[in-house]
């Protein structure tokens, strides 16, 4: 029997786990510090480095759905639209952080400016569907859009925090002969998801480990090769009783686990002291709440200009909403921001930054309701395939 049946449906198709540990943590962390931060330290490790993979593998498990043929990020040209717009969305904030500091004579905080990379999956699918519904177009290019972003600031962080070339050839070679594995147990058909998360997915996160990449991402790279069916009725949604290929079964398992481990990760993550702030603090809200939604549209309207492919219904009021809601960092932020800086006041100056980021969910929102897309865009008829709402 599912677990499903024994755990109400907004729990864990709402997401509502991860702000539930946030809160938790936010309490905790002004209430009684010191044995918060025991704690978090504790499990920093198994839920950072290990639960989070999980979560990236399910989100990943979405984005294969959609480029499919028959999906909204079919065909390839259509998928690299929301890659480059990812692009955009770290440009134009890295910018703006790095001019606001400026002005506000901040330069201890500069070395943080590759927080602005870092997007919160979670909150963002959340405030997605609750905007656009899980099956809009727009859900999945925002997803697809923050796995690409935190990729390049885990990528970034890599460089930023020096690792022996001994590690990073052996890292490297791991994580290509993952990869391969996994395409080699992909054209077999092999049927069990065990098969890729304990062989070309152990791969893959210790080759990223090593190479100093934060592992999360581990099972990125495997997920597309597991056999799959060619559509799937959405994320955190239960499949039919008759749906039993292997990508299937990976979700079928993992999602409910999922809501969990996005619990500990706000938990471990989220506990951020509200005392002796500066002006360093808004730093990173300024500058993703006004440049990732301008460099998501330029970027995006430029890939489409150099012969990528629009996704279907997704014009410039989508992707304004889209790229206010790729601004809520939270979590991820707190994550890039301790890992790039020291226990002080710096840190806490990020972290409160990273917490105000919270406020593009409601900015989306309005913003939302304002241009009429989305559920707000209910009430009319959906433009015909292959146009673009403008």
């Not at 991860?18 to 330290?41: D, F, I, K, M, Q």
């Not at 998360?197 to 592992?215: I, K, S």
């Amino acid at each position: 029997m599912s677990i499903r049946r024994h755990i109400p449906w907004f729990v864990l198709d709402s997401m509502l786990m991860l702000p539930l540990g946030c809160l938790v943590a936010l309490t905790w962390a002004n209430v009684e510090p010191l044995s918060y931060y025991r704690a978090s330290h504790a499990l920093a490790f198994w839920v950072n480095d290990v639960g989070l993979v999980f979560f990236f593998g399910v989100m990943t498990r979405n984005v294969v759905d959609e480029t499919l043929p028959g999906g909204t990020l079919h065909p390839w040209r259509r998928a690299a639209v929301p890659a480059v717009a990812a692009l955009g969305g770290i440009l134009v904030p890295v910018a703006l952080y790095v001019s606001f500091l400026s002005v506000v004579a901040e330069p201890m905080l500069m070395s943080a400016w590759v927080t602005t990379c870092a997007v919160d999956v979670a909150a963002g699918y959340l405030a997605g569907t609750l905007i656009f519904g899980r099956r809009h177009p727009a859900t999945a290019f925002l997803v697809l859009l923050s796995i690409v972003s935190n990729a390049i600031g885990l990528t970034i962080l890599a460089v930023l925090i020096p690792t022996s070339l001994l590690h990073v050839a052996v890292g490297l070679t791991a994580l290509v002969a993952g990869i391969a594995l996994a395409g080699w147990f992909g054209r077999r058909h092999a049927p069990s998801p065990w098969l890729y998360l304990a062989g070309p997915g152990v791969l893959c996160w210790a080759g990223l480990y090593l190479a100093g990449v934060h592992p999360a991402l581990a099972l990125v790279p495997v997920v597309p090769f597991m056999p799959h069916s060619r559509r799937d009725p959405g994320l955190f949604e239960e499949p039919t009783a008759t749906a039993h290929n292997t990508l299937e079964r990976f979700e079928r398992f993992w999602a409910p686990p999922v809501q969990f481990i996005l619990f500990l990760f706000g938990l471990v993550n989220g506990g951020v002291p509200l005392h002796g702030l500066e002006a360093g603090l808004w730093g990173l809200p300024i500058a993703v709440l006004i440049g990732r939604p301008i460099g998501v549209v330029l970027f995006a309207s430029l890939a489409v200009r150099i012969g990528l492919h629009r996704t279907s219904h997704v014009g410039v009021r989508e992707l304004i909403v889209i790229g206010l809601t790729a601004a809520m960092g939270f979590t991820m932020a707190l994550f890039f921001a301790a890992a790039i800086l020291g226990i002080g006041p710096l840190l806490q100056q990020m972290e409160s930054g990273g917490l105000l980021t919270v406020t593009a969910g409601l900015v989306a929102w309005v913003a939302a309701r304002s241009l009429k897309v989305g559920r707000f865009h209910a009430h009319r008829s959906p433009p015909p395939e292959g146009e673009v709402s403008s």
